[in-house]
């Protein structure tokens, strides 16, 4: 059972505009998120995060949006820029010490920027 | 500080054959973790750690093991190989924090294919 799921395997913009990424959840004790990007042949990078107290948060031109009652987080990039090229993992975390970090990710979005 | 490393990049396995994949961390973190990240499936945790002489499991163990013998390293075995473990692998490190909220740092992978 995916508890973290990004429905669009891939996503095609124009320099510039805004890339919107959306990832849904279904485990309502999930009470952090992160959003990490990857370039091929290199690990997962932390982009941002956004703990369930707030519904935004916003690092440069990089922002994430958190609906809980719709179980629902959105990374808005603007404006998108061909080196954002990338593919982008949603990932969530239980509360707690005894969580120990462990994050559950999604499958990933392949977001491409075309100049 | 080179951060997460990983040792080898790539590795080619006959079915049944064991081998052991290193990673090093130089970042004092407490918390490692192992993943294994397929086609369409995203990043799944196989095992963790939280401290020094300390493991666990996670989502997808079955026939993998691990050692934490020094803090700054994280061993994964795979006793007897199989065609089902040709995956992408990648070691996390992270830092032990009051109510589990922090940043995995993520090495570079091991690409291994089972033959």
């Known amino acids: 059972d995916q508890q973290v799921k990004q429905n669009s395997p891939s996503l095609s913009v124009q320099e510039g505009r805004i890339s919107i990424l959306n990832c849904d959840y279904t485990n309502s004790m999930f009470d952090y998120f992160l959003w990490y990007k990857k370039y091929p042949a290199e690990g997962p990078t932390f982009l941002i995060s956004i703990s369930s107290i707030k519904d935004k948060n916003e690092d440069g031109r990089f922002t994430v949006f958190l609906n809980k009652s719709a179980k629902h987080l959105s990374l808005h990039i603007v404006p998108s820029q061909p080196g954002d090229s990338a593919v982008y993992f949603c990932a969530a975390s239980l509360a707690g010490g005894t969580s120990y970090g462990k994050l559950t990710f999604g499958q990933g979005t392949i977001l491409t920027v075309h100049p | 500080n080179a951060g997460v490393t990983q040792t080898p990049k790539f590795r080619v396995l006959k079915t049944g054959q064991s081998m052991t994949l290193l990673c090093a961390q130089d970042m004092n973190h407490e918390y490692m973790y192992w993943y294994r990240q397929d086609p369409g499936m995203g990043l799944r945790l196989i095992h963790y750690?939280?401290?020094?002489?300390?493991?666990a499991k996670g989502e997808v163990p079955d026939g993998y093991n691990v050692s934490r013998l020094k803090k700054q390293n994280f061993l994964l075995g795979l006793e007897s190989a199989a065609p089902s473990q040709t995956s992408v692998y990648f070691c996390a490190s992270s830092l032990r924090l009051a109510g589990g909220y922090n940043e995995q740092f993520f090495g570079p992978g091991t690409r291994l294919t089972v033959l």
């Open positions: 750690s939280v401290g020094e002489g300390t493991t």
